[in-house]
Nanobody, 127 residues
Framework: QVQLVESGGGLVQAGGSLRLSCAAS????????MGWFRQAPGKEREFVAA????????DYADSVKGRFTISRDNAKNTVYLQMNSLKSEDTAVYYC????????????????????WGQGTQVTVSS
């Protein structure tokens, strides 16, 4: 399994942008499908975005489509989440997750599909 460390969270005003990074250790990162999830206080963890091992397939939650972009740089063992036009409802702890299992796009949104998780990074959007 890879070890995952998120960074880039912080406090931003509504309408602003942040870019989250998730750095992975391990030689097999390039074979991992990666996802971003978030959890707000009192709510369940929810899917945000996912990307296939090659970067050729991406999936997004409806709530972030057109505002967030997931990408990866396998040479740097890093996956990114560019978040634009942030809203107060985007406030949450954001987690990255990875799996070496072969998953199809319909499985990308399920937390159960992932075996490695980071510790999370807080994103707070002030209105």
């Amino acid at each position: 399994q890879v070890q995952l460390v998120e960074s880039g969270g912080g406090l931003v005003q509504a309408g602003g942008s942040l870019r989250l990074s998730c750095a992975a250790s391990g030689r097999t990162f390039s074979s991992y499908a990666m996802g971003w999830f978030r959890q707000a206080p009192g709510k369940e963890r929810e899917f945000v975005a996912a990307i296939s091992w090659s970067g050729g397939v991406t999936d997004y939650a409806d709530s972030v489509k057109g505002r967030f972009t997931i990408s990866r740089d396998n040479a740097k063992n890093t996956v990114y989440l560019q978040m634009n036009s942030l809203k107060s409802e985007d406030t949450a702890v954001y987690y990255c997750a990875g799996t070496e299992r072969h998953i199809i796009i319909s499985q990308m949104a399920s937390p159960a599909s992932y075996v490695s998780w980071g510790q999370g990074t807080q994103v707070t959007v002030s209105s």
